[in-house]
């Protein structure tokens, strides 16, 4: 074969090449803007993208959700690693689909897909993440985790929880359009969460009356709540009289916080004023009952001599008393 030969052939072949590298590397990744909104606690997103197709493409799996924005503002994008600062994760299991359009889909055409997390699960996530502070029209940020996938639907890497990682996937024809996914400032919109007011006694028995353990009603995150305890309460034919009064949030009911004491010096035993607690907020005072405390002395045969008036006690109080002369 003489040398014409071998060039000619050397050029079909890269002519050929250079033709259908582009359907083998350069993958399908045109998407429209995701739309993710917080309603009454609840997350709801809207994402578009091509029914399927014959391209490799990608997919949102889950979300990284953090207080503070961890992507550039500069082209490219630059973005860290979400999960290094305190987040919030929500995965595939967690998200549920609620619709679609259209319905069914049209292979190769623009598919618009509905999905929610529901206020629960984004309530336990955000106060697991220390976020436990945050308050109605505060900022989170929001992180996609893709996959990239077959024409099958089939997952072919992943998941990939950085804007790096899914860029470097695949040789995607339009790689800037990831970008949308990364770093969404999206404000926080609070539901409205239970409060109740809770009445018990020292020893942790609760006073189950409706005048003083109900629920007071519910409200969004940041509402100032003001409640007025009774200074006394009589059940079951005994007399209580506050002790001590405080609130738990019901994300964790173990927690006492912003504990007044000394009703007799201390009107704030009784009069609360309070904001509520992302998921809500117990408020709760303790009671102690009072006894009537008389000393009364008798002669050895049975004869009272005197009686002694010594006030009202709780139970279990150490009294006092002095022998009579």
């Known amino acids: ?47 578009t993208s091509t029914a399927a197709s014959t391209s490799i493409r990608y997919r949102t799996v889950g979300w990284v959700v953090t207080r503070e924005q961890v992507c550039s503002t500069t082209s490219p994008k630059q973005c860290a690693d979400p999960r290094s600062r305190p987040h919030a994760l929500f995965m595939n299991q967690e998200v549920r689909q609620i619709g679609q359009h259209p319905d069914p889909p049209v292979p190769g055409q623009p598919l618009t897909s509905y999905y929610e997390i529901p206020e629960e699960i984004v309530t336990q996530r955000l106060w697991q993440a220390g976020m436990e502070g945050i308050q109605n029209n505060d900022d989170l940020y929001f992180y996609a985790v893709m996959v990239s996938v077959n024409a099958d639907g089939s997952v072919r890497k992943g998941p990939f929880y950085t804007l790096s990682g899914i860029n470097q996937a695949e040789g995607w024809r339009f790689p800037d359009d990831l970008d ?50 009774p200074a006394v309460i009589e059940d079951n034919g005994k007399t209580y009289t506050i002790a001590r009064s405080y609130i738990s949030p019901k994300q964790d009911p ?72």
Request: glycine residues 6%.
């Open 1 to 47: 074969m003489d040398n014409r030969k071998l060039y000619q052939r050397v050029l079909c072949m890269l002519l050929a090449c250079t033709f259908f590298m582009p359907f083998f590397v350069v993958q399908q990744a045109a998407a429209a803007l995701p739309q993710v909104i917080i309603r009454d606690g609840k997350i709801q997103f809207e994402i």
């Open 180 to 229: 949308d996914y990364f770093g969404l400032h999206i404000p926080y919109r609070s539901a409205e969460f239970p409060v109740d007011v809770i009445a018990k006694t020292v020893d942790g028995r609760v006073i189950d009356r409706p005048d003083v353990t109900f629920e007071k009603g519910k409200f969004e995150i940041g509402e100032t709540i003001i409640h007025e305890f």
């Open 254 to 325: 173990s927690r006492k916080t912003w504990v007044q004491e000394n009703p007799e010096t201390n009107e704030k035993v009784r009069i609360r004023s309070f904001t509520v607690a992302l998921g809500g907020t117990n408020l709760i005072a303790e009671y102690s009952e009072k006894n009537t405390v008389k000393a009364i002395y008798m002669t050895e045969g049975g004869q009272v001599l005197k009686e002694v008036d010594k006030g009202e006690h709780a139970t279990g109080d150490e009294v006092n008393r002095k022998r009579l002369r």
